[in-house]
């Protein structure tokens, strides 16, 4: 194998659904082998299908979640990879649109690794669920070292911050670089200081503007944050891939949630959403005082004493330097 993909799987109905079957076949048209590693009760008629586009099939219990099944296909498959790596799973959407393109963008940037988004909430790191590794990255020991603990043994917030938010952290400190297509250094204060996840408060922003062909599922199946409903959001969808929105419909009257959040917190979220919204155009923009002055309102209705205590000191530092500039 030259590249390789892990792709994690999970489906409490024990199905490959049709999107995921979709998303495989277009990793696999990007010349990767692709190691299908899940966690969910597979029949053998759901295998089958699978084959086709699958180098090999692994099932596996239903522990470690992601990191588990990535941990997996790499201890078994490691000595196969002389290419790149893809991490890759189930919870997005996608592609909407050419997966070919936008992988093309992500790596015109010269890096170690990538990924699609870049977040903040609650360390710097790039989201887990589209990850791109260079070789070098992938034979070096502290990779290796990553992927090799016992996620199996964790329960879901040791993960996280073991798996999703250690990676980029420890492969930075070993010397590794990343890049993303929406990444926190080209997207305004809010994105650099207030910990939001933009899969949710920016998801159009990051199809439509940023060209990120994927959408969370959870964003349409639970809609977490009680903002745009699935109907919203399939709009957008169908404006760049319209035949893709039947398989999203299908998968979503399988498994669709129905746990609105309470009007105070709705509310709260859909201010907070629009102030995150227009912090990414004001600074795209380069309007830079009405980006400050709306970071400096979003900050006090989150409310945290440290966004409020870094927010003053920032205004502190702004202020003195225009002081100093006038008395030079």
Request: net charge positive; aromatic share 10%.
């Amino acid at each position: 194998m030259q590249n390789v993909c892990l792709f994690a799987h999970f489906d409490k109905d024990g199905r490959v659904d049709d999107y995921v079957l979709r998303y495989l076949k277009n990793i696999r048209q990007l010349q990767f082998s692709i190691i299908f590693i899940s966690t969910a009760n597979l029949p053998k008629l759901e295998v089958e299908r699978l084959q086709s586009d699958c180098d090999d099939i692994i099932l596996r219990q239903n522990t470690g979640f992601d990191f588990g099944s990535w941990s997996k296909g790499f201890a078994k498959h490691a000595h196969n990879i002389g290419g790149r790596l893809l991490l890759a799973n189930d919870s997005v959407y996608g592609p909407i649109g050419s997966l070919a393109t936008a992988l093309g963008r992500l790596t015109t940037e010269t890096a170690d690794f990538y990924g699609f988004v870049e977040s903040i909430e609650p360390t710097p790191h790039l989201q887990s669920w589209f990850l791109l590794f260079e070789p070098w990255v992938v034979r070096h020991s502290e990779f290796g070292a990553i992927l090799g603990q016992a996620f199996s043994e964790m329960d879901k917030k040791d993960i996280i911050k073991t798996g999703e938010l250690n990676l980029s952290r420890r492969l930075h400190a070993a010397g590794f670089e990343y890049t993303a297509l929406y990444s926190i250094r080209r997207s305004g204060l809010a994105a650099r200081y207030i910990p939001t996840n933009p899969t949710q408060f920016l998801w159009r922003e990051l199809l439509l503007q940023e060209q990120i062909p994927f959408l969370k599922v959870e964003l349409l199946r639970d809609n977490p944050v009680g903002l745009e409903d699935a109907e919203t959001i399939l709009s957008a969808v169908e404006s760049i891939d319209p035949s893709f929105c039947q398989l999203i419909k299908a998968h979503l009257a399988r498994t669709i949630k129905k746990y609105p959040p309470s009007r105070r917190s709705r509310w709260i979220n859909m201010l907070r959403s629009k102030l995150v919204r227009k912090g990414y155009y004001l600074s795209r923009t380069h309007r830079r005082l009405a980006e400050f002055l709306n970071f400096i309102v979003l900050t006090f209705l989150m409310g945290a004493p440290k966004l409020i205590k870094s927010t003053l000191l920032m205004v502190g530092l702004r202020v003195g330097r225009v002081l100093r500039r006038q008395q030079a």
